[in-house]
Structures are given as C-alpha cells and as structure tokens.
C-alpha cells in the first residue's frame, strides 16, 4: 500500500483480521504484527491509530462486545407478539458468533479486558452480560402477559449459557441455529410444563 494513501473502514479491516487470526491459531497467536499481516496493511497503520496494542484489543473488545449486546437489545420490545421461543431463538441466532468466539477467548486470556470493556460501556450493559440482561426482560415481560410461567433470571441465565457453549465448541462454518431453537425450547416451554415442587 502507497504511503499517504487513507483505507477506508481501517478499524474494521483490522478488527476483522484480529477475529481470523483467533479463530485460526489462538488468541495466544495475537499480536500487532499478525493481525496487519493478516490485514494486508503495513505493520506501523496499527500503532498509528491506535497507540499500541493494548488499546487496540481494548478498542476491539468494547466494539464487538456492542455489536454481541445489539443482538438482543430490541427483545423486550417483542413481548406479546410471535412465540416466545421463536422470539428468543431468533434474537440468540443474530448474535454474530466470530465476534463472540473470539471475545470469548481474549476475555480468558486477558481478563483485564472485561473491566475495560465495562468502563466505556458501563457494568453488565455489553456482551453476553447486556444478551442475558434483555432476554430476563423479555421473559419477565412475557410473564406479566401470562404468556410463560417460567423464572426469567434463571431462564435467561442458562440460555446464555447454551449460546456460549455452542459458540465455542462448533466448527466454524456449523450452523447451530437448530440446536440453539431446541435449547430455547426445552428451557422455555419446558420449564412451563415441569411440575411444582410441593412446598414444604
């Protein structure tokens, strides 16, 4: 690339080849100088915006970690319309999975990351904190509707747990829509149908 020529959407295209670079070798792999060869950009373009490359995985980490909380932002508005678990295995589907993955992964590696996440997001309002957060919402919704008569902290608590889980053990071109619907179900529906413990 010509020196003094701008690229467009620079940060995504970075971004982007951080998530290629995880998913292919590990978040361990990770390092400026593979994620602007991955690129195809000049190693310098990344200190260049972004400093050095703590600020570039924080930049990264705060920016998908929306993208992962937008997913399911609009869940509390559904109330009242469509099938609750349909509404749920929809929303849960949109969450973009490399992104997720990949979070996943540098959240281990680099706990500090969360904490800076947080900072600029604020506490529980991104990632799968902010997904679990919309789905009790939602259900709790629901239930004042007396369309479910499910717990929806806990409800939404293990949904996330089976996104989370499906995300990080399929392969990367597996689809897992149909078993994430049949999760959804069986915790929704399911749930409903369980008998109540007789109380003591």
Request: charged share 20%; proline share 6%.
């Amino acid at each position: 690339m010509p020196r003094g020529v701008a690229i467009p959407q620079l940060r995504q295209q970075l971004f982007a080849a951080a998530e290629r670079v995880v998913v292919r070798e590990g978040p361990a792999r990770l390092s400026g100088r593979a994620v602007t060869g991955e690129a195809g950009v000049a190693t310098g373009l990344l200190h260049a915006h972004f400093g050095d490359f703590d600020e570039f995985l924080t930049a990264y980490a705060v920016d998908r970690s929306f993208l992962v909380s937008a997913a399911a932002a609009g869940l509390p508005e559904r109330a009242g319309g469509g099938a609750v678990a349909r509404n749920l295995g929809e929303a849960l589907s949109a969450v973009p999975r490399p992104a997720l993955a990949v979070l996943a992964r540098l959240m281990v590696l680099r706990p500090e990351l969360a904490g800076r996440v947080q900072a600029v997001l604020g506490e529980r309002a991104a990632g799968l904190d902010a997904v679990e957060r919309a789905a009790a919402a939602y259900l709790a919704a629901e239930r004042e509707l007396g369309r479910i008569g499910a717990d929806p902290s806990g409800v939404a608590l293990a949904l996330v747990g089976v996104l989370h889980h499906l995300v990080l053990t399929a392969g990367p071109d597996e689809d897992i829509t149909a078993p994430l619907q049949r999760a959804v179900d069986a915790l929704v529906i399911g749930a409903d149908k369980a008998p109540l413990e007789p109380e003591r």
